[in-house]
């Protein structure tokens, strides 16, 4: 009865383990393909896109693309004073636009640099 516990609690942890899913490499640019730099911010609060609730957007060549490969989440508090839905950030991007979305496999924001008052 022990060995069967024991055999239980190893492929509960191992099917655990396995279930986990990978984080993209969405950090780490291709050096054979261009880098682009966009404007990035909410969707709707900033490029007026349709839909509810706050999704990553970029807008490049003078149109507004949601983005596939991250989320607004993963690049801090949203509703920040410097966050998507309430500034335009500029953000270095690699990806394809595929049925009207942005499809990232890069993409890094550009740090905003203090003002000296």
Do not use: W
């Not at 989320?71 to 309430?86: L, T, V």
Request: hydrophobic share 40%; glycine share 10%; with cysteine.
């Amino acid at each position: 009865m022990k060995l069967f516990c024991l055999l239980l609690i190893f492929n509960c942890a191992f099917f655990i383990c396995t279930a986990q899913t990978t984080p993209t490499k969405i950090s780490v640019a291709d050096t054979t393909k261009k880098v682009e730099l966009v404007d990035a911010a909410c969707g709707q609060c900033r490029f007026g896109l349709p839909g509810k609730g706050c999704n990553l957007a970029i807008r490049t060549g003078g149109k507004a693309y949601f983005v596939d490969g991250t989320s607004i989440d993963e690049h801090g508090d949203a509703h920040a004073s410097d966050g998507f839905c309430n500034a335009i950030r500029e953000a270095q991007v690699q990806g394809k636009i595929v049925g009207n979305r942005f499809n990232a496999t890069y993409f890094k924001l550009v740090k905003v640099e203090a003002t000296k008052d």
